[in-house]
């Protein structure tokens, strides 16, 4: 059986962290490096970083950065925000990223994916898909979530699988930023109607959440970011929380 897997979210801005981190013992909050390190030491078994800069520096800036990750870090990362040519993704591979993620570029040119895995293999792409429930359907929102389109998740995702990515980060809109908890019935569908793991964001709140997205959602990992930033969980903890009640994840 596979293990579940933990996976701290960094937003990047201009090479920087910006939600607010709260790690006493950092010497620059701000510095995703060091950020980084202190989750690989802390038992988190992947990282995503998503980049939200929009600047004309932006790829040489992310190329640093991802090497600089890279040479610290030893467990898997994926970088996302802006992707969309195999040139970007060429370069960040090339600069130690183990993955890369795409979103809207993937949803406005389907066959991104097809040449992305393609080039680089299945393993190394995830599609990443915002949607959020309307009048009980739920629908791809694009540009994190502000442009609503009238696609159905299922329908996008299983597209997305058939195109050759290597698994889907799923953040439902409804659930993001309220600590309530997961998108646990639409995961279990994702779970069930797919084949490729599928990552489940938005929602994270206490342990119990995670517990809840492994069981009744059927997630292959769970992404969160504030309630580890801020040390509200420790990702130990919520390991061992995990264990007893049945998940397996590496300790």
Request: net charge negative.
């Amino acid at each position: 059986m596979l293990t579940k897997r933990i996976i701290p979210c960094l937003d990047i801005k201009d090479g920087r962290t910006v939600k607010g981190v709260n790690f006493i013992d950092l010497r620059d909050a701000g510095d995703p490096v060091e950020l980084a390190e202190i989750y690989a030491k802390s038992g988190a078994d992947e990282l995503v970083f998503l980049d939200i800069s929009a600047t004309e520096e932006k790829r040489k800036t992310l190329a640093n950065l991802v090497r600089r990750v890279a040479e610290k870090v030893n467990i898997p990362f994926t970088v996302g925000g802006g992707i969309s040519s195999v040139e970007d993704v060429d370069i960040l591979l090339q600069n130690g990223a183990d993955k890369v993620s795409i979103n809207s570029s993937a949803f406005k040119n389907p066959d991104l994916i097809n040449e992305l895995a393609a080039k680089f293999g299945s393993q190394c792409i995830t599609v990443a898909i915002d949607a959020k429930q309307v009048n009980g359907e739920w629908l791809v929102h694009l540009v994190g979530g502000k442009v609503p389109t009238d696609i159905n998740l299922f329908q996008w995702a299983k597209e997305v699988e058939e195109r050759g990515a290597g698994e889907i980060l799923f953040t439902s809109m409804n659930n993001d930023g309220t600590k309530e908890g997961f998108a646990n019935k639409a995961l279990a569908v994702l779970s069930s109607e797919l084949n490729i793991p599928i990552i489940a964001s938005g929602g994270a709140g206490n342990m119990q959440h995670f517990c809840d997205t492994f069981i009744e959602g059927k997630a292959d990992a769970a992404l969160a970011a504030s309630v580890f930033h801020f040390k509200e969980i420790e990702i130990k903890d919520l390991k061992e929380e995990l264990r007893r009640n049945g998940v397996e994840v590496r300790l």
